[in-house]
């Protein structure tokens, strides 16, 4: 059988715990933000080793603060997993969880309070995000994926300051309730329409700039949409450049993107970015040759004397 005893905020030695199950010999503590038990905390709402701490009666003192459900904590649990109490949590939830308009993320699965998954509930990986932790706000969190540019397909943001930037090629598709967390994802990443890029070629900041280092170059490559698929696979693409005569592929991965265009007739460029992220749009610099002939009619006058 099993003891159900109710603790308040003014009197648990946790104090962010709402309720304390005994099941059998294992003490499991439910509550916000955290779960704590001693040895390795299966976390019933969460899934297997949602967080782990030390064993022994000391592990009813711990919590894992901030540890994504389904994972492990990579850090023990100290003075900052134990410095947000529950009004706390719930404030930064309040003030995070709302999304920012036209900032270019879509919700997954409404956002708030889902924690961030792969092709379905139950994948989740380390090797599909970049972790930072500390974040102060869920805009600070965005900045990090925005600053991933194409490499980028959403971030997971909890309350506790944890910030995951996902870079999962085939994106995030699916998501997990946990509370204090926010998924969100990038837009689909789209190339321009080919009417914009015809008879453009591809350049840098400015119509003059055409370095070797912004892109790589493949050569024999059958076609636009063979050059279109070399950059969807490649990380950081910003565009490319193509050319049909010879199989000309140029797969921008400039930093700045593709900044400025130039006409040059048998070529194609197109951006490559998320669909509807507010400034990805650059504007396309032209640079128009006129040729000036000047002609110049030189006139000979003749002049015959006649002698009698």
Known sequence: SSLLITCSL???????????????????????GF???????????????????SAGSAAMKAACSG????RRSSSPAGPHSLGHSLLQVQHRRSSTGGLLADDGFEPVDGGTNRACRGADSDDTSDSYYT????????????????DAATDCRGIEYHGSGRCEVWTRS??????????GATCLRMPPLVFEPEEIGRSRACRGADATDNSDAHFELRLGVGSLQACKDICASTSGCRGIEFRSSGG????WTRAGGIGATVRLDGFICLRYGHSTTPGTTVPTTTTTTTTTTTTTTTTTTTTTTTTT
Do not use: N
């Open 35 to 53: 779960v704590a038990g001693d040895g390795q905390t299966l976390g019933p709402a969460y899934g297997e080793g949602r967080c782990s701490q």
């Open 10 to 32: 003014a009197t648990t030695v946790l104090g962010m715990c709402s309720s304390i199950m005994l099941l059998g010999s294992m003490a499991l503590a439910a509550c916000h």
């Open 67 to 70: 540890a994504a459900p389904g």
């Open 170 to 179: 085939q994106g995030i598709r699916a998501s997990f309730p946990w509370p």
């Open 131 to 146: 972790l930072f932790r500390s974040m102060q706000s869920i805009d600070l969190c965005k900045a990090k994926c925005r």
């Open 248 to 251: 000309r592929c140029e797969v």
